[in-house]
């Protein structure tokens, strides 16, 4: 069983940064690909951005590229975002996601990842 536990979350103000945390519980994680997803009220799940563990490929929405980035700590097992330039429109709750074992690529489908954490609230104010 795998578990992910995600902080960093909070209030910022638009144009400004936070940074995301996954811990992820199990090692061998190379064998995972890891995502981000967000979900605003009323809203359905979308996803953010991913990486492969092994190699460290990475992919994102349109929404966030150039904004988001997405990488991976080996030694921690950790997996963060960095997100610059927020905007109100950011605002949701983050999800952290693993697949495993790793499927198509990119996987931008909340159905092709297993394991999930529980959420870290992001508000941007306006």
């Known amino acids: 069983q795998v578990q992910l536990v995600e902080s960093g979350g909070g209030l910022v103000q638009a144009g400004g940064s936070l940074r995301l945390s996954c811990a992820v519980s199990r090692a061998a994680v190379s064998s995972y690909t890891m995502g981000w997803f967000r979900q605003a009220p009323g809203k359905e799940r979308e996803f953010a951005a991913a990486i492969k563990w092994s190699g460290g490929s990475t992919y994102y929405a349109d929404s966030v590229k150039g904004r988001f980035t997405i990488s991976r700590d080996n030694a921690k097992n950790t997996v963060d975002l960095q997100m610059n330039s927020l905007k109100p429109g950011d605002t949701a709750v983050y999800y952290c996601?693993?697949?495993?074992?790793?499927?198509?690529?990119?996987?931008?489908?909340?159905?092709?990842?297993?394991?999930w954490g529980q959420g870290t609230q992001v508000t941007v104010s306006s």
């Open positions: 996601a693993a697949q495993s074992p790793v499927g198509a690529w990119p996987s931008r489908s909340a159905y092709e990842y297993n394991y």
